[in-house]
Structures are given as C-alpha cells and as structure tokens.
C-alpha cells in the first residue's frame, strides 16, 4: 500500500503565496509520475501540474507562469508553489501518485491524497 500525504495549504491573499507539499510512502518500487490536481466548489476535479520519471513538467493553462512543481526524488516528495494567487485558484489541491513495479506489476497503482484546502480571498 502507499500512502500520500499533503501538507502547507490554508488562507491566502489575493496576489500571495502558499507552497504545497506531498508525500509518497509505503510499498513504492518506482514513481513514474507525481502531480496535483484541484477541486473548487461544484467543479469537477482538474489537473494542475505534473511531473514525470525523467523531470519533465506539464502545466494547466491557466497556472503557467504562476505555480511551479518541483521532486526531491530521495524523499518521494513533491511540492507546488503557487504565486500570485488568485480567488480562482480556491479549491482542494490533491495530490496524485503513479507507481510503477515492471517486476511485480500487481504492486502498481494509482494513489490519491486527502486534498489541502486552499482559499484565495480578493
């Protein structure tokens, strides 16, 4: 089993700061993709931001420029820092992880954090 933890959300101003942490743990023989994804209120889960095995990064339209996710790779840990904020961007940020296991593929999977509530205020 794996387990994703989320951390470093809360209250930000309109045109502030917050960074993002999450956490993979557990049964991980290789993270083939981390990235976060965000719920705002009676909207559909959207992706935000990823990144791939070999560093690669891929951001929604409307975070270029604004959010940057980084990979401590030891610590199979991601975080997302996130400026210039907006109301727009409340939600509850989640994290997703990716676990690959070419010798044992029945350890694979898909894993899912709690989410982090963020709330941007003008």
């Known amino acids: 089993q794996v387990h994703v933890a989320e951390s470093g959300g809360g209250p930000a101003q309109q045109g502030g700061s917050l960074r993002l942490s999450c956490k993979a743990s557990?049964?991980?023989?290789?993270?083939?993709?981390m990235g976060w994804h965000r719920q705002a209120p009676g909207k559909a889960r959207e992706p935000v931001a990823n990144?791939?095995?070999?560093?690669?990064?891929t951001y929604a339209d409307f975070v270029k420029g604004r959010f940057t996710i980084s990979r401590d790779n030891l610590k199979n840990t991601i975080y997302l820092q996130m400026d210039s904020l907006k109301p727009e961007d409340t939600g509850v940020y989640y994290c997703?992880?990716?676990?690959?296991?070419?010798?044992?593929?029945?350890?694979?999977?898909?894993?899912w954090g709690q989410g982090t509530q963020v709330t941007v205020s003008s």
């Open positions: 990144i791939i095995g070999d560093g690669s990064t």
């Open positions: 557990g049964d991980i023989f290789m993270i083939s993709d």
């Open positions: 997703n992880v990716v676990v690959s296991n070419p010798v044992q593929p029945w350890r694979a999977g898909n894993y």
